[in-house]
Nanobody, 122 residues
Framework: QVQLVESGGGLVQAGGSLRLSCAAS????????MGWFRQAPGKERGFVGA???????YYEDSVKGRFTISRDNAENTVYLQMNSLKPEDTAVYYC????????????????WGQGTQVTVSS
């Protein structure tokens, strides 16, 4: 019902910036809260941030102040602006959609993109 496609990943040096995009398609995509998660090799998929359908954003502590989530409902797109990147931010980043008001745990999300690789070099 909802299809999500991430883009914008790449290789950057520590201290650099990237902006990830998640394009959503589906008749009711604007009614979903959206989340960003990341997974590094050998680690569990972890919460990065989320934004409600009304634009209220929440962040994991390690990215607070560096990352910003926004959404453009007219274009059915959610963004993750990442500044002051650190090597520990290296991971595959996924966007996800949930019918909940907002969620910070992966099992509460109903739809997932395929991910985009972010690599931060020292």
């Amino acid at each position: 019902q909802v299809q999500l496609v991430e883009s914008g990943g790449g290789l950057v040096q520590a201290g650099g910036s990237l902006r990830l995009s998640c394009a959503a398609s589906g008749r009711t995509s604007n009614t979903y809260a959206m989340g960003w998660f990341r997974q590094a090799p050998g680690k569990e998929r972890g919460f990065v941030g989320a934004i409600s359908k009304n634009g209220v954003a929440y962040y994991e502590d390690s990215v607070k102040g560096r990352f910003t989530i926004s959404r453009d409902n007219a274009e059915n797109t959610v963004y993750l602006q990442m500044n002051s990147l650190k090597p520990e931010d290296t991971a595959v980043y996924y966007c996800a959609a949930t019918r909940a008001v907002v969620a910070m745990i992966s099992k509460m999300y109903d739809y997932w993109g395929q991910g985009t690789q972010v690599t931060v070099s020292s």
